[in-house]
Nanobody, 127 residues
Framework: GHLVESGGGLVQPGDSLRLSCEAS????????IGWFRQAPGKEREAISC????????????YYSNSVKGRFTISRDNAKNTVYLQMNTLKPEDTADYYC?????????????????WGPGTQVTVSS
């Protein structure tokens, strides 16, 4: 299976972007999906995850404090795709963004290392 991110780019502070994470070769619906980012010289950090739940169509969601209220994670099972809507972008959001899929129950990049990872998409927020 593979994951491919898209939607990154260069935007100004306050702008929005929507990142997509499309899966092939496996069904995203049955996995926990995470969005992670890594800025130059910094460790990879978890910013949002959506966990598979058979009891809740929306799944359980996690957002880091740095993006809570600005970013929204969602999934379209029919398209086998997960999205990250990013609003009110800030220069400190500049990073390479990665999506990953695994059986993790914790939004922590280490917990996703045994799963699928995309190659990343770059987001630059600058005036």
């Amino acid at each position: 299976g593979h994951l491919v991110e898209s939607g990154g780019g260069l935007v100004q502070p306050g702008d929005s972007l929507r990142l997509s994470c499309e899966a092939s070769g496996f069904t995203l619906e049955y996995y926990a999906i995470g969005w992670f980012r890594q800025a130059p010289g910094k460790e990879r950090e978890a910013i949002s995850c959506i966990f598979h739940s058979i009891f809740d169509d929306d799944g359980n969601l996690y957002y880091s404090n740095s993006v809570k209220g600005r970013f929204t994670i969602s999934r379209d099972n029919a398209k086998n795709t997960v999205y990250l809507q990013m609003n009110t972008l800030k220069p400190e959001d500049t990073a390479d963004y990665y999506c990953a899929a695994s059986r993790a129950s914790e939004c922590n990049p280490v917990k996703f290392y045994g799963g699928y990872w995309g190659p990343g998409t770059q987001v630059t927020v600058s005036s």
